[in-house]
């Protein structure tokens, strides 16, 4: 076992994996976290994606000791407190979900996206999405979606 | 200050924010895989890398003695504790013999019949043991000749699947009239045929099957099976497990479903699969759990569609079709099910005349056994198969009459005054006015400007093409009783009870915004609860059939409820239960300023809540119909094919969540489109291996795709068949889709000089088909072998 220490959602975690822990099973398994879903085996789905120092990672392919000091942001940690995330409002406003069990890796994605690129286009929406399947939305309402939440993050910017 | 008010509740016809999403989009969802259940044990099975072997020996001795491993068993142990194989084929062969399938088990016995076919589980402490014990099974194979394709399987001297049908079939059936059918085809001024290859599809819902079974020693399940699944329908699955696992009854087995992350038809009835986790938890009254990777999906889930046919129709000079001819071979897979087989060779036939009015068909169909996995349900389950030959068919008239193929169809469609219409297949649809959707669909592609676009694209470099869907389908399952029950509890909410299932389709908003429109309180006091057999038994959630049988009756059980509700008023108000009226959860005395709230009445009542039980049942399927006209542009130099425009008109009669339905006819035309263009199960030919096991090999659509969709709803035409006069949506964006796809393409590769040449142009239509169609007017043979 090995000694991993790094703070997920803003909370301090110390505590020890086997080498070949991933970290989504970290994630989903000690520290309870279940909004993170593993969908694939190949790293395709991309509904396990989380948020490593701010860039979005599938979780699926991230040993856990390779998140050793990080800082991991899941969907449990996008809200401030009550106010939801502009994306979570804006995929249940747009209804960029229909099972729900894709829409955790897709708002990860997408805050990472927006993070980088405020105003993105429609098709870098797209682009930044293609690592993320969903199969009952056909994906129109989620790329509404990202562009709301954008317009309601360049509004509270301005 | 009324509207704010009315502008909360959301009753139906509205567009609501889903009372689902705020736990989903938290990360809150409950789907199966999110509970661990103290003391839990973790399955995994050992699956057959052989398309077809004989088991010759399984030895788990070293298994068993692995770290952390608390049992493994084999198909012969589960025959040895006389787990019973799965249902059979209740349909008879074209011969009339009964229909022929090998026993299906929970895991194989003596031999397996496709690569995936579990043979052993390990039960672990952990995943990670179960795994390697797996590994360590060693399991003596006689690898036999192997079949993946239905004309190969029927062949003479194919290896048979089992003793039964020596030539492979199953099952089949005919439809109609044989020499009626050949006298119109002999008088016609007109003929067209299509060999159609509507190829195996992986359903691929995103959430894994994840199935818990436990049997608790204490507590009021004490000495039951209690199981947890992601399922849409889960007294199938209670069923399924007493029927199959000795010392089961219904009564000791209980099925629980949390949050369901898509079906898609994949998850209704049970899988072998539960069978044996049932039977590992019921044996070591231990907690097991199993989550499938996405290879267990691919393998061990059923596939859909999989028909060779070829469908031919007889017009008159005019263009009006006199008769319809089919002759399908479906690949139903290693062991023939009553729901596979009825989705070839009977459901797709009851909708294959579609919206038009042609008197006269002959259809046969017939089911074949091959090493592969399994079909079933995938939505549309046999309507898309059907609709896609007729649309292909009147494309191919209206190119060999030199008409408007929006013409053509509209010359044979059935008429309002038509209605009720029973067609060929002795269906009865109650209404429809397919004209008007036409009209519509019409309008809304700008039909008329599409000279204007192909041009356009032309000065592009691209070749643009034009294709149009009308149809119909049937929805319901035949299954059209439903019954809910209401609570309405002291703490502020009305609990509404279904046997139905929610999987992402949105259904419980609907409930929600129907008891709404009775009980005139706002939506977040409405809690809809569903999956537990031990609160309500039913079919499920299939065949678009929830909203018009359930929705009714949560209508029914709501004014149940407010009707039942008024006399226990009357009695708290000391008034003749005539003189009580109900508005907006409170209930007066008429005239007077006396009342009492709904949910300060329940709290009066003995328990605190009151509750009403009702049902509906409807007199019939509904037919949601629609046209649906699609747009493509294809590149000459890659051949890549790329949506451009879609519009559709839907009937799906009265609408109660405008947006959600919006939601389902373009995500289910997205499946539509991923089967028209990129999505085929590929098995190989020799060695029977299934080559599109992971989401790198099986084609999706991605998030790259078109964006555009304009999509509306015709609501002046409700279903005469259930009071709330709603048609099932779920599966008719992805009915539409596919042929509108391929009807473009087919028009952009006419337009090129191929002409009627191109209807060979064989699903998926990748860049490579295209591509070869265009540069080297190569088309693959036909898939039609008979």
Redesign the interface.
Known sequence: MIPLKLTVNGRAVDTTVAP?TLLIDLL??PLA??????????A??G?CTVLVNGESVKSCSLLAVQAQGAQVT???G??KGDA?HPL?QA???C?G????????GM?MTSACLLAKNPSPS?AE???A??G????????????AAVQQAATTMAGAQA | MNAPMEATRFGSGQSV??I??????????R?T??E?LPGQLHLVFLRSPYAHADITGIDTSAAKGMPGVVAVYTGADLVAAGVKPMAGVPFPRPDGKPGATAPRRALAHGRVRFVGEAVAVVVADSI?QARAAADAIVVDYNELPSVVNAFDAMAPGAPALCDDAPDNISAGMAHGNVAAAAAAFAAAAHTVSVDVDNQRLAP?????RAVSARVPADGPDAGRLVVRLSSQMPTAVRGGLADAIPGLTTENVRVLVG??????GMKTGIYPEDIAIGYAAWTLKRPVKW?A???DEFLGAVHGRDVVSRAELALDANGKALALRVKGYANVGAYGTATGIAIQVLIGPWVSTSIYDIPVIDEQFVAVLTNTTPTGAYRGAGRPEAIYLTERLMDAAARKLQMDPAELRRRNMIRPDQMPYTNAMGQVYDTGAFAQILDQGLDLADWNGFATRRADSQARGKLRGRGIATFLEWTGGNALQETVTVNVTADGYIELGSATQA????IATSYAQLAVDVFGVDIDRIRVLQGDTDRANGFGSAGSRSLFTGGSAVSAASKKTVDDAKALAADALEAPAADIEYKSGRFTVAGTDLGIGLFELAAKQAGGRITATDGATAGGPTWPNGCHVCEVELDPATGEVAVVAYASVNDIGRVVSP??V??QI??????GIGQALCERVAYDRETGQLQSA???DYA??????F?G?KTKFDTSIPCKTNALGVKGVGELGTIGATPAVVNAVIDALDHAGLGAAAEAIQMPVTAERVWRALNLKQFDPSPYRA
Do not use: W
Not at chain 2, 20 to 29: I, M, R, S, Y
Not at chain 2, 259 to 264: E, N, Q, T, W, Y
Not at chain 2, 666 to 671: D, F, I, P, Y
């Open positions: 070949s989903r398994g976290l279940t909004g993170t879903h593993a969908g694939c085996d190949t395709q789905c509904a899941t969907v449990e996008l809200a939801l979570q995929f249940m406003d209804h979900l229909q099972c729900g069990f894709c829409t955790p708002v429609d929406v797209q682009h999405l293609e993320n399947l969903c199969r009952c939305t056909g994906y129109v309402k989620i790329v | 924010r889903r689902e999403d705020p736990a989903l989009v938290t990360g809150q969802g789907y895989d999110d661990t990670d691929s819902p995103i959430e894994p949050d369901v992350g898509g079906g898609f989550r990777d996405r290879i999987m992402g389709q949105g947006t959600i919006e939601g373009e995500g289910g035309a997205v499946q992971s989401f790198m999706m659509p991605h998030a790259d795709g964006l969709f």
